[in-house]
């Protein structure tokens, strides 16, 4: 997957006299497909702050594109090793800023020291996708709860940072990096020193790269509010026109599955209710045999119910002799009886 992109570029002296901002590729210079740009601003009121920033510029530049499987960190090393063989042994040492932007792979690296800024811009939704940090004393101020920004903007101290590339440090001073993957066709890099902020808002930046104009364009805006600005000022403008390969790929075959997604659900909503009509349907058919079924065992339970007495019977000690055992002949009885009879009237005559 490639990210493909295109840029323009500010570099202007504002009311200083001396340029301490350095950028990559240099201004004016058209590098086909470049993938790879640099902005430092040396630091002003310490010596030769225009020196570091070339340096440093130069020196990452010059070792990515002679390493292009490198990663930041050694590129970072290699800018810290040309600064300390500039080191001129002043007492307030030279130093610079530094953002840094390469595109690799589908994904965009971005790293920064200092108060110049990285910001990813989202025309299509008006919005900061993200912006970079400022390593500064007012930031940490409003952390802290010392300032608010509003206040901050109008800060005697907005101008001093608290990190930034210096030769010979006891502890090099590390970058935030980021690495960025949310990445659409149509957004923008901005990157800038912090001159180029000095009158404007994030949302300023936002509206003018989402007007119909063309990037040419819109660099003039930003351009001409930024014409009285007392200090250096600088960018990159990199505007992304295409992403190619499966990115792309991906965002079309999620479509697609969204798509397949969403008639699978209709299909099952339809099935469901149908089962759920038969459902239905069915109970109602079963409702006339169940008020059968009773009527059903209460005879079976009639046609039991003298084997359940007969039990009962026998579990009581009733007599269980058949009646026709218990009455006595009727023929032999008859007999005895009146013989009985005679014998008992003849005593009663002899009496």
Not at 124 to 139: F, M
Not at 215 to 237: A, F, P
């Amino acid at each position: 997957m490639k990210i493909t992109a295109t840029y323009l570029s500010l570099w202007e002296l504002g009311q200083r006299t001396n340029q301490e901002d350095s950028i990559y590729p240099s201004f004016g210079q058209k590098i086909p497909n470049n993938d790879l740009f640099i902005l430092c601003d040396g630091m002003g009121g310490h010596d030769c702050g225009e020196v570091a920033s070339q340096t440093v510029c130069q020196a990452m530049s010059s070792y990515i594109l002679a390493h292009p499987d490198t990663d930041f960190e050694s590129a970072l090393d290699a800018a810290y090793d040309a600064l300390d063989a500039k080191d001129n042994n002043a007492e307030k040492k030279m130093g610079t800023t530094l953002t840094f932007v390469k595109f690799d792979e589908g994904q965009c690296i971005v790293a920064h020291i200092g108060d110049s800024r990285v910001y990813q811009i989202r025309p299509s939704e008006k919005r900061v996708v993200y912006v970079t940090r400022d390593h500064s004393l007012v930031n940490d101020l409003i952390a802290c709860g010392e300032l608010t920004p509003e206040e901050a903007k109008h800060s005697n101290q907005k101008n001093v940072i608290t990190r930034a590339m210096q030769p010979h440090q006891e502890h090099r001073t590390k970058a935030d990096v980021a690495i960025l993957t949310d990445i659409r066709a149509g957004d923008y890099f901005y990157m800038c020193s912090d001159g180029m902020l000095e009158i404007s808002e994030d949302e300023d930046i936002v509206n003018v790269l989402s007007m119909d104009k063309t990037d040419e364009q819109k660099l003039s805006i930003l351009k001409g509010v930024t014409r009285d600005n007392k200090d250096n000022h600088s960018c990159h403008l990199i505007h992304v026109t295409a992403i190619e390969g499966s990115i792309e790929a991906t965002n079309q075959g999620s479509k697609r599955h969204l798509f397949v997604s969403k008639r699978i659900l209709l299909y099952a909503v339809a099935i469901i209710a149908i089962l759920c009509s038969i459902l239905l349907l069915s109970k109602r058919l079963r409702k006339p045999v169940e008020r059968v079924l009773p009527i059903e065992e209460e005879d079976t339970t009639i046609t039991d119910t003298p084997k359940i007495l007969q039990e009962e019977t026998r579990a009581e000690g009733a007599i269980t002799t058949p009646l026709n055992e218990l009455l006595p002949d009727t023929s032999s009885s008859n007999g005895g009886d009146s013989c009985n009879k005679e014998d008992n009237s003849s005593e009663l005559n002899q009496d």
